[in-house]
């Protein structure tokens, strides 16, 4: 069971935390979290709590019905969703299938403006979160006790990881460091950088070392890993690179108690919080329960997106159809697109009654090799987990036209099945944790930082290759087999684009995938994209904000 962690206080604490009542308007930063005018007295405990647990729920009742956000589709307001769809689906590791939802098409081909909804969900629910991280430290301000100190540096690591991501998505935050009425100044590049860098040095001391803290809450090499992963793109933040901390930042996450999990599915399978070969990678988990944590922003977004009713070993009974991939990601396992085991044109299907059971899908997909496990074998690299079988229907690799799911080869990484057999708590809902922050990420850190400092980065690099058993391993590391690898191991994790912009791929012809540009083939688009827009909403409420070049 997964009591014995940080999921055991939710029900109990975070209810009693939500139950002061928490207000927003998606015109106005400005917003009400907890409002200690509203009556009650303060709960340090429940509000700790929904510090972790704004990472993966979206409001008081669970799936729908007490969102956070005022005025938003609650399911699509979570922390997780809206980070993620702005770093994945521009890139070229996805698409979304139904190009007729809101702001699908830009995202797809890169081409959104200051109006776009999905930029402005990203945008408030980061200031709806830090709103929350204020007020606790208000709250806990001058009290010393011990819990005490070390629960205000994770909700100041937490507040941290916000700004990160503010920093990284528009380049500059709507800032205040108090819970208060006033308006929200502009912090941007280097000063927020520096607020960022600062934050983490002055909490480090106060926080769990490494894999002493319960599973769920942040440690001494979560920050570590923020540090490195704040330093490692310090070129586009500030524009003076730091790869020298970047790599001295990672090695102290790869030199702490954490190792490499020796099997790569397991990092994104149901008891990933409860597997001991998963759980000593994950450094930072967002909980998740079928039960306890339902929504359609965190897991069940990754899991019920990436699959369509009909499939094997589905994991759910709500396949959504929204997510697969794009041929430029099926390139990152094999340079020639001829080499994927796809069914043969003139085959027929048989009749979905004669597919109606796993056994029956794999019977028929065996035939013809078409199976995830074939998939990784011709790949020859365990992190390939994509399906291009029959179940749910026929695939294409790549298609002239958008016109739904099965336009790309499925991606079956997340799973809500468990290593051990057992059954889940929910066949719907995942019980699958998101692991925010992984070991891994500091392997491909510090050869990235070497690599960048004339050193040689192939010992990190093939780490990683050898736990996903690689036929291949890196003899010469380039540009391109750095940025290569960043999407195998890191595939559907919410990184994505930020990683192509610290190469200067996302908007320039250095780099063409099918959809970049909105066409097939793919094109270039303009070097303003690299950040995303401060939505008009917030320009018009907010005189302290500035509008980024270009939008």
């Known amino acids: 069971m997964k009591t014995n962690y940080i999921k055991h206080i939710f029900s109990a604490a975070l209810i009693a935390a939500l139950s002061f009542g928490a207000t927003s308007c998606i015109n106005d930063l400005d917003i009400s979290p907890i409002d200690p005018q509203t009556g009650g007295s303060f709960d340090q405990e429940g509000v700790f709590v929904k510090g972790y647990a704004m990472l993966g729920v979206t409001g008081q009742k669970g799936i729908a019905g007490s969102p956070d956000l005022d005025g938003q589709d ?150 570590w890993l923020l540090r490195a992963r704040l330093y490692l793109n310090a070129g586009v933040y500030t524009g003076q690179t ?67 009713s009909g499939m094997p070993r589905m994991g759910t009974t709500n396949g959504w159809s929204c997510i697969f991939a794009r041929a430029s990601f099926v390139q990152k396992f094999f340079s020639d697109l001829s080499k994927v085991p796809m069914l043969p044109e003139d085959v027929e299907i048989p009749d979905a009654k004669e597919l109606g ?100 980065a192939t010992a990190d690099i093939n780490e990683l290759r050898k736990r996903a058993n690689c036929t291949r391993l890196v003899q010469t590391v380039t540009e391109q087999e750095l940025i290569d690898e960043w999407a195998r191991e890191f595939y559907l994790e919410g990184r994505r684009r930020s990683d192509l912009v610290r190469f200067g791929m996302f908007t320039t012809n250095k780099y063409i995938w099918d959809w970049k540009g909105g066409t097939a083939k793919g094109t270039s688009v303009a070097s303003f994209y690299n950040v995303f827009p401060i939505p008009v909403s917030d320009i018009n409420n907010n005189e302290n904000m500035t509008q980024n070049v270009g939008y």
Request: net charge negative.
């Open 242 to 308: 730091d790869y020298a901390k970047a790599e001295e930042y990672a090695s102290k996450v790869i030199g702490s108690a954490y190792k490499l999990c020796p099997d790569y599915r397991l990092l994104f399978m149901a008891d990933n919080d409860e597997n001991e070969d998963a759980m000593q990678e994950i450094i930072l988990p967002i909980r998740q329960d079928g039960v306890k944590t339902r929504n359609y922003g965190g897991s069940t977004y990754l899991v019920c997106g990436s699959r369509i």
């Open 74 to 223: 609650e399911g699509e307001s979570g922390f997780y969703r809206t980070t993620f769809n702005c770093n994945e689906l521009p890139t070229d590791e996805c698409i979304w299938a139904w190009q007729d939802n809101v702001d699908i098409p830009q995202f797809t081909r890169i081409g959104w403006n200051s109006s776009s909804q999905r930029t402005e969900w990203a945008y408030v629910r980061l200031g709806y979160d830090i709103t929350q991280y204020n007020f606790f430290l208000d709250q806990t301000e001058g009290k010393t006790d011990a819990e005490t100190v070390r629960q205000r540096a994770e909700i100041r690591f937490l507040r941290a990881l916000h700004y990160w991501y503010f920093l990284d998505l528009f380049g500059k935050a709507p800032f205040k460091d108090h819970f208060s009425n006033e308006l929200p100044i502009e912090k941007k590049g280097k000063e927020l950088y520096d607020f960022i860098q600062n934050e983490l040095n002055e909490i480090e001391n106060d926080m769990y070392e490494p894999r002493q803290a319960p599973f769920g809450r942040a440690d001494k090499a979560a920050n």
């Open 357 to 456: 059971t796993d056994e029956k899908i794999d019977a028929f997909d065996v035939q013809y090799g078409i199976r995830t496990v074939d998939m990784i074998k011709a790949a020859g690299d365990d992190r390939a987990m994509l399906y291009s079988g029959v179940g749910g229907g026929r695939r294409k690799l790549q298609a002239e036209a958008i016109t739904g799911f099965l336009d790309g080869l499925s991606i079956v990484k997340w799973q809500n099945i468990r290593s051990d057999g057992q059954p889940t708590n929910h066949t719907e809902y995942p019980d699958t944790d998101i692991p925010l922050f992984r070991l891994a990420e500091a392997y491909l850190t510090r050869a990235e930082a070497i690599y960048r400092q004339g050193g040689d």
